[in-house]
């Protein structure tokens, strides 16, 4: 059974930065294409990223586009998420899912992680 | 962007009884749809891929219809473990976008 394991998540000042993590395993990391959805208090889903297998291939919410950044280290079998320039409105939980394929289904996600933007 | 809405935004069901949520597409989106089942507290769990295929390991009585704009999801014989949350999800074009939510409680 795929296993994802978010961390990174915390209490940061608008403006600030802060860089999740999500560690994959039982699976063959680098052949998927990893996914960042956030889920606000109380709100919906919302897509914000997206990273092929390789890595040469980004996508991005106009929400965050500029500001957030996706990468993959297929060595160690973990997905990255940089958040620069945080604001109120980034205030969600991280979820990080496999795709199934690039920018299609989400089949297996992680428990999340919080990050609360306040001053 | 291509909107996705969810209809009811909530139901309530008694057990056994057979449920139906819609999602309409702003656009033509094809077969391009998921639903998925999120619980109280936990991360979303895909049911259903590309309109009507249902995702491995997920029960019978849960399918998926629709092509084009329209789309449906049903649960035949609702089960007292099926209180949830239903998000549609295109992904036809960026960005990916999800319908609003169905929250399904229980009669």
């Known amino acids: 059974e795929v296993r994802l394991l978010e961390s990174g998540g915390d209490l940061v000042q608008p403006g600030g930065s802060l860089r999740l993590s999500c560690t994959a395993s039982?699976?063959?990391?680098?052949?998927?294409?990893m996914n960042w959805v956030r889920q606000a208090p109380g709100k919906g889903l919302e897509w914000v990223s997206t990273?092929?297998?390789?890595?040469?291939?980004?996508y991005y919410a106009d929400s965050v586009k500029g500001r957030f950044t996706i990468s993959r280290d297929n060595s160690k079998n973990t997905l990255f998420l940089q958040m620069d320039s945080l604001r109120a409105e980034d205030t969600a939980v991280y979820f990080c899912?496999?795709?199934?394929?690039?920018?299609?289904?989400?089949?297996?996600w992680g428990q999340g992680t919080l990050v609360t933007v306040s001053s | 962007d291509i909107q996705m809405t969810q209809s009811p935004s909530s139901l309530s069901a008694s057990v056994g009884d057979r449920v139906t949520v819609t999602c309409q597409a702003s656009?033509?989106?094809?077969?391009?749809l998921n639903w998925y089942q999120q619980k109280a507290g936990t991360a979303p769990k895909l049911l259903i891929y590309?309109?009507?295929n249902l995702e491995a390991g997920v029960p019978s009585r849960f399918s998926g219809s629709g092509s084009g704009t329209a789309f449906s999801f049903t649960i035949d014989s609702l089960q007292p473990e099926d209180i949830a949350t239903y998000y549609c999800?295109?992904?036809?074009?960026?960005?990916?976008?999800f319908g609003q939510g169905t929250r399904l409680v229980i009669k």
């Open positions: 899912a496999k795709g199934g394929q690039l920018l299609s289904y989400f089949d297996s």
């Open positions: 039982r699976f063959t990391f680098s052949i998927y294409a």
């Open positions: 990273i092929s297998g390789s890595g040469l291939a980004t």
């Open positions: 656009q033509d989106i094809r077969d391009y």
């Open positions: 590309d309109a009507s």
């Open positions: 999800q295109q992904y036809a074009d960026l960005p990916i976008t």
